[in-house]
């Protein structure tokens, strides 16, 4: 994860980030470490000649002083190797020179911008946290100003006469005060009507507008109480899928979609993947999300199909042909996806194949068989009337 304040973001024509420089600072051990291992035992002259005065001297003399570097990132179009269309540059800039310390490319774009939402012309985007940053620091705010109220209530001031007591006052558990005798003065609190309780609900209230600006309601979805029915169970998620879909769904185009193809692009090209199975050569793939809030999404697929088929039962109750536009199949297989259960549960295609061959076999036995029973029991009927 990398600060902000170290980046420079661009977007393409299609408002998708393909260029970043992120600026960022390493001293010379740093930099020798990573661009030059060879050189660590090289004379000062050497590493002079492949890095810079500056950084050869530091790393000689052991000093921690930073060097500012710079990492570009961007499609070029002019590069000779086609395959990585994105072009990697590491720049070392010192106050006397400026040399590129690696060259490369990529095949994927290296870095994951993700924008939680953003606004026509923007392009760095904002979070919740920022939208909420008024209400957060009129909590911090209200929270110091209920502390001091609470102070003051628990440990109050004391007011004293100027001339009644002797010192030293001692204002602690268990001390003394002296007074003069025959003296009707006496040390006492200043009244204090502090409303700690009225400061109290009003933090909470504003506490509650910065849940509301992290969706943490629409997550936890808890103020129905336990009486809500079944039905309007179904419809509060919904009204939540709908809700966060638009959120999610930037997620999953600027952060988690790229996160997989960068992952698997690595993976083949550390052949960490064998050759792909005859069935998926040439097929594009696509990815399907198992955390909770894709769960919940794709859980309303499951309950429209459920109420499909119930809405579809008086017409099939007056004509049962209709089941057959239904594939029983399918449906169970939906099921088994929608709700993320594991699939090495369900049987193969051959599996199945062979059990319903099973299946129809006894069936056509136990039918010949029966017709077999029934022959012999008209031949025992008409075998007496033949003798006669």
């Given at each position: ?6 980046v420079?973001?661009a977007?393409?024509n299609?408002?998708?980030?393909e260029e970043v ?6 001293d010379?051990?740093q930099?020798?470490?990573?661009f ?12 002079e000649?492949?890095?810079?005065r ?11 002083k ?19 269309p ?22 994927t774009?290296p ?12 392009t ?12 957060i620091?009129?909590?911090n ?7 001091k ?16 007591f ?9 001390g ?9 003065d006496?040390?006492q609190?200043v009244f204090?009507?502090?409303r700690?309780?009225?400061?109290v609900?009003?933090t ?7 849940r ?28 939540r ?11 999953h185009h600027?952060?988690l ?5 960068r992952?698997?692009?690595i993976?083949v090209?550390k052949?960490m993947?064998g ?10 793939l696509?990815v ?7 769960r ?7 309950e429209?199909?459920?109420?499909a ?7 099939l ?13 399918e ?20 599996e199945?194949?062979?059990i319903r061959?099973a299946r129809?076999?006894?069936?056509e036995?136990a039918l ?13 009927k008409v075998s007496?009337l033949?003798t006669?």
């Open positions: 994860v990398i600060h902000l304040s170290e420079y973001i977007e393409n299609l408002g998708v980030i420089h992120r600026k960022f600072e390493w010379a051990r930099i020798v470490a990573e030059f291992p060879e050189l660590s035992e090289a004379s000062e002259s050497e590493l000649s492949k890095i810079s500056d950084v050869a001297k530091a790393y000689k003399q052991g000093e921690r930073k060097f500012e570097l710079l990492h570009s990132v961007y499609r070029s179009d002019f590069r000779a190797n086609r395959s990585q994105f072009l990697s540059q590491y720049m070392l800039i010192t106050n006397s020179d400026k040399k590129i310390l690696r060259e490369g490319g990529y095949r774009f870095y994951l911008v993700s924008r939680w939402t953003k606004v026509s012309g923007e760095y985007g904002r979070s919740p946290g920022m939208n909420a940053l008024p209400e620091k009129t909590v705010a209200m929270t110091k100003a209920v502390l109220g609470a102070q003051k209530t628990v440990d109050p001031m004391i007011q004293l006469p100027d001339d009644g002797i010192k030293p006052r001692q204002m602690k558990p268990g003394f005060l002296y007074y003069r005798a025959g003296s009707q006496r040390a609190p204090n009507d502090t700690i309780d009225l400061g609900e009003l909470r209230d504003r506490q509650s507008r910065v509301d600006s992290f969706f943490v309601d629409q997550l936890m979805m808890n103020t129905g109480g336990p009486q809500m029915t079944a039905t309007e169970v179904e419809r509060r998620l919904e009204e899928n709908r809700f966060m879909g638009p959120v999610v769904g930037r997620q600027e952060f979609r790229p996160l997989v193809e992952l698997f692009d993976m090209i052949d993947i050759e792909p199975p005859e069935a998926l050569q040439g097929r594009d696509g399907r999300y198992s955390s909770a809030i894709a919940a999404q794709r859980t309303s697929e499951g429209n199909l459920l109420r088929y119930q809405a579809s039962e008086p017409f109750a007056q004509d049962p042909s209709g089941v057959d536009l239904i594939n029983v199949d449906i169970v297989k939906e099921n088994w996806r929608t709700y993320g259960a594991p699939q090495r549960v369900l049987r193969s295609r051959d199945v194949e062979a061959d129809q076999e006894a069936q036995q010949q068989q029966q017709q077999s029973m029934d022959q012999a029991d008209q031949l025992n007496p033949v006669q």
